[in-house]
């Protein structure tokens, strides 16, 4: 197309004027940008009231209009509930347009201006959106300029997008090509590296938008979506995030969603419309359900595929079980306690309330596995082994290896926690909580495995680009978390042990300390086994994640730790290599009820 950037902007603002377009008659400007606009109008010939949508920029010429129609064509033809369906596509004075069906339906501009939404309501409205753009990104369709005029709300919260395809941009990709076959082969792949960002930009728009209606006001205070963007990196320095005075409270998770839509690194962003509607509808499932919570992402999973699957060798620990005498509790629990999909379901069984109301009325939950070994016999054991799916489950080659190697990272966390546990509380106990605050990323890993490589790589630092040699930071986990799933990963683990029937003492401790805040004494012992759980876990977390600073990163962590546990960098340096064992005397027997269970 040989229009020059002045020359494009000569066109931008050559639009339709009067009170007619047409046959059209025009009663409201919805809202207009540089690339589109649209009117509320009345069409004579059916007295029917439309949407009137078509670009600011006119076709320089034939060759351009006929790409036009063939774009909007092709993209009126997709038939998804969240597209509005296009009514007429026509030209008038070599002004394109297309024609829809506003069905008594507000603009989302006009619904904010109405200040009746609320973090809720935005949230489903960005979903259906995002679930619209998604289908048209697959279908080789992009929107081109999502504005908030161009999506159609309903009471009911129904959404219909319009404007498909309408935005012509001032230049079109050329081919860089001497001979036919290189052109042809060029401009193919021109046009998917143009399509991808298109989709690209669309999500981010899409980000831009919901930034306006949770905030209740326009980003940068622009009402261009458009012009936002131009500003944004990388080709400006415009930074996005919510502010923390907004008219309506915004949940941490839906704040962490909108924050990464328009992030400031560009890698950091949803890198498709499918992957903020998955975080959106998980918000949206958890926040559903008071009851359930973060259980409701799970709930269909837990049924089909179980908590975890057996870890590997589970055959020959069958087998082992099948030969032992129920008499020897405390070896049997060694051989389950190897496999935490095993020890985690023993505790299910037992912690239920059929089992507890049968056997244990009154008493704490039980964290033990010899104590629940003891309630339902090794028969109950070997039942609760048969009953785990075969390593790895459902996980293909990669997220199978990457479970495998978290499960180690739990297990030494575990050890570590039984090294440093002062005296007097159960080795078992201290281990089992330790892999219990564990709970969320495991669950995670093994039925989100790809959400889980998500977060893993926002929590990466990425090298800096420039010789200032500041790296750019990664997302904590919560964050990265909240944007990907619309739950914390510790929410998880947290609904599947309230799901088992865990009391709020047991939720409590296995519930990690927050790292910004600083580690106070413990005012009972289960404070005390959250503390070494918590110490232990952040322990493997630094040597696994600080390289090649892990060293600095254990200094940290024992002078975090050090009145509370009355530990040294030798006590936790020495904690953490192989074969540990406690830094304390035991006493001769240890004791069979555990500070957190009522015998």
């Keep these: 197309m040989p229009h020059t950037e002045s020359a494009a902007h000569s066109e931008a603002t050559r639009t339709p004027v009067g009170r007619k377009f047409g046959r059209f008659e025009l009663h409201q400007l919805l809202g207009r940008s540089q690339r589109t606009m649209a009117w509320r109008a009345t069409d004579p010939q059916s007295g029917a009231e439309v949407a009137l ?32 369906q296009a009514v007429e596509i026509g030209v008038h004075e070599r002004w394109p347009f297309i024609v829809y069906d506003p069905r008594d339906m507000l603009t989302l501009s006009a619904r904010a201006a109405q200040g009746v939404l609320s973090a809720r309501d935005v949230a489903e409205i960005m979903l259906r959106a995002a679930q619209g753009l ?6 080789g369709a992009a929107h081109g300029d999502l504005q908030p005029y161009l999506l159609l709300c309903a009471d009911s919260g129904a959404l219909r997008m319009m404007g498909l395809e309408v935005a012509l941009d001032a230049v079109l990709p050329t081919p ?27 999500v981010l728009t899409l980000g831009l938008v919901m930034h306006g209606a949770l905030a209740g006001r326009p980003a940068a205070e622009e009402a261009d979506i458009g012009r936002v963007v131009e500003r944004m990196p990388p080709a400006g320095r415009e930074i996005v995030r919510l502010p923390w005075s907004v008219p309506r409270p915004i949940p941490d998770a839906l704040r962490a969603i909108s924050n990464r839509a328009t992030e400031r690194q560009a890698r950091q962003r949803y890198r498709s419309a499918r992957t903020l509607a998955g975080a959106l509808e998980g918000w949206l ?20 595929i179980g908590v975890l699957p057996a870890a590997p060798g589970a055959a020959e620990r069958a087998a082992r079980l099948a030969l ?23 505790l299910r069984i037992v912690n239920t309330a059929q089992v507890r109301g049968a056997q244990v009325t009154g008493s704490g939950p039980v964290l033990t596995v010899r104590r629940a070994i003891a309630m339902i016999g090794l028969d109950g054991v070997r039942r609760a082994a048969l009953a785990l799916r075969s390593w790895p489950g459902p996980l293909a080659e990669g997220p199978a290896q990457e479970l495998a190697r978290l499960v180690g990272r739990v297990k030494r966390a575990s050890q570590v926690a039984q090294a440093l546990r002062p005296a007097g509380y159960d080795p078992e106990v201290v281990y089992l909580v330790t892999l219990m605050q564990n709970l969320g990323r495991l669950v995670l890993q093994y039925h989100f495995a790809d959400e889980a490589h998500q ?16 790296d750019e930071p990664g997302m904590s986990e919560v964050a990265a978390a909240y944007a990907v799933l619309g739950v914390d990963t510790e929410a998880l683990g947290a609904a599947v042990a309230r799901h088992w029937g865990l009391d709020d003492s047991v939720l409590h401790m296995i519930r990690r300390l927050p790292l910004s805040t600083a580690v106070r004494d413990p005012d009972t012992d289960d404070d005390m086994l ?7 876990n952040e322990a493997v977390d630094a040597v696994t994640r600080a390289q090649p600073d892990g060293a600095r990163a254990l200094d940290a962590l024992a002078k975090r730790y050090a009145r509370v546990l009355n ?21 001769p027997t240890l004791p069979t009820q555990t500070p957190t269970e009522d015998a």
């Design 53 to 84: 949508v078509l670009p600011r920029i006119q076709p320089a010429d034939a060759a351009t209009l006929a790409h036009w129609q063939q774009r909007a064509g092709a993209a009126a033809r997709l038939n998804h509930p969240n597209l509005a």
């Design 134 to 139: 998604a289908y048209a990104h697959e279908a």
């Design 176 to 202: 860089i090509a001497s001979t036919k076959t290189q052109s042809a082969v060029l401009s193919e792949a021109d046009r998917l590296s143009a399509q991808r960002q298109a989709a690209r930009r669309d």
């Design 285 to 304: 499932r958890a926040d559903a359900d008071s009851d359930l919570g973060a259980l409701a992402l799970l709930a269909d999973r837990l049924h089909s």
């Design 324 to 346: 032992m005498d129920r008499q020897h509790t405390a070896e049997l629990a060694e051989v389950v306690v190897q496999d935490p999909a095993l020890a985690l379901e023993v």
């Design 455 to 470: 977060i893993r790589r926002l929590m990466q630092a990425e090298a800096a680009a420039d010789s200032s040699g500041h």
């Design 530 to 536: 959250r503390v070494v759980a918590s110490c232990a």
């Design 567 to 587: 530990i040294t960098l030798k006590d936790l340096q020495s904690a953490m290599q192989p074969g540990a064992t406690a830094r304390v005397e035991e006493p």
